[in-house]
């Protein structure tokens, strides 16, 4: 039997563990729909990773001075090198302070247009409250991002 299992690729940044909590539930959330199958990896993974293989890539980081990581971004030009046009791309972020959020997952949004004009992104991406500097996750985000990474994965179904 040929497989219709879309592929999807999600790539965290994260100083304390928080984000890369985040993304592990929007995998779990992926996969329940039982039509995709996650990978989840590092900002330093990106390198050694063959993105062409992958249907649908999400990029998440926390929120630093109200923007997105240096490292995030590097991770997006390094994967819009290697290809990500005609893919499904989308974003989250983790932040403390609901009046000084900025906004890392428009960021995100806005470096994947630059690099690559041609991936179909995904909007809005999923930004997520950590309960101080160095979290834990707030308790209401993790079902949230569950359902985020529902959507995303009926999105990438058709
Ligand atoms: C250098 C630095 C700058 C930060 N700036 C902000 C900020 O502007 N707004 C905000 O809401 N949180 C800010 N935070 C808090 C982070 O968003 C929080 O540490 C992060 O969401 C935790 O995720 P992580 O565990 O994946 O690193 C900052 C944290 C650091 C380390």
């Known amino acids: 039997m040929i497989s219709t299992m879309k592929r999807v690729l999600l790539v965290f940044d994260t100083k304390f563990g928080n984000t890369e909590k985040l993304a592990k539930e929007i995998a779990a959330g992926i996969e329940e729909t039982g039509t995709a199958e996650c990978k989840v990896i590092g900002i330093k993974e990106v390198?050694?990773?063959d993105i062409s293989g992958y249907d649908g890539v999400l990029f998440g980081g926390p929120v630093h001075a109200f923007r997105a990581t240096r490292?995030?971004?590097g991770a997006i030009k390094d994967a819009?090198?290697?290809?990500?046009?005609?893919?499904?791309v989308s974003s989250f972020d983790t932040y403390q302070a609901p009046g000084h959020k900025?906004?890392?997952a428009r960021g995100i949004e806005g470096?994947?247009?630059?690099?690559?004009p041609r991936a179909k992104i995904f909007t809005p991406g999923l930004t997520a409250l950590v309960d101080g500097y160095e979290g834990p996750l707030n308790a209401t985000e993790p079902p949230k991002a569950r359902e985020f990474g529902k959507k995303f994965a009926k999105e990438l179904a058709g």
């Open 80 to 88: 819009a090198k290697k290809g990500l046009d005609g893919k499904l």
């Open 47 to 49: 390198g050694s990773e």
């Open 102 to 104: 900025g906004n890392a």
């Open 71 to 73: 490292g995030i971004k």
């Open 111 to 116: 470096e994947v247009s630059k690099r690559a």
